[in-house]
Nanobody, 128 residues
Framework: QVQLEESGGGLVQAGGSLRLSCAASGSTFRFYDMGWFRQAPGKEREFVAAISRNSGSIYYSDSVKGRFTISRDNAKNTVYLQINSLKPEGTADYYC?????????????????????WGQGSQVTVSS
């Protein structure tokens, strides 16, 4: 089992940047592929990005490709999401997610069914 806690959200102007962090508890973080989702007000939660256990594979949704960067540091039990060129439609709660441990890499956008553990969310508000 793993517990996830996001940080780094806040208010940012359109065009600005932000880095979200997600700290995981326990010693098994390295067994999990990790992902980020976001949920805008009144909308469904959507996949943003995922990274494999050894950082060898990464997948981005088309809507964020080229602007967002996912990374992880297994020594620190932390996964990051660097968000650049923020747009007002990027206003959302951003959620860290862990997949099933030691699952083969999913070379596609994750669905909510692919997530075993969720963080509590970090709010990002983009002002225009």
């Amino acid at each position: 089992q793993v517990q996830l806690e996001e940080s780094g959200g806040g208010l940012v102007q359109a065009g600005g940047s932000l880095r979200l962090s997600c700290a995981a508890s326990g010693s098994t973080f390295r067994f999990y592929d990790m992902g980020w989702f976001r949920q805008a007000p009144g909308k469904e939660r959507e996949f943003v990005a995922a990274i494999s256990r050894n950082s060898g594979s990464i997948y981005y949704s088309d809507s964020v490709k080229g602007r967002f960067t996912i990374s992880r540091d297994n020594a620190k039990n932390t996964v990051y999401l660097q968000i650049n060129s923020l747009k007002p439609e990027g206003t959302a709660d951003y959620y860290c997610a862990a997949g099933r441990p030691l699952r083969p890499w999913l070379a596609r956008p994750w669905t909510k069914d692919d997530v075993d553990y969720w963080g509590q969310g970090s709010q990002v508000t983009v002002s225009s």
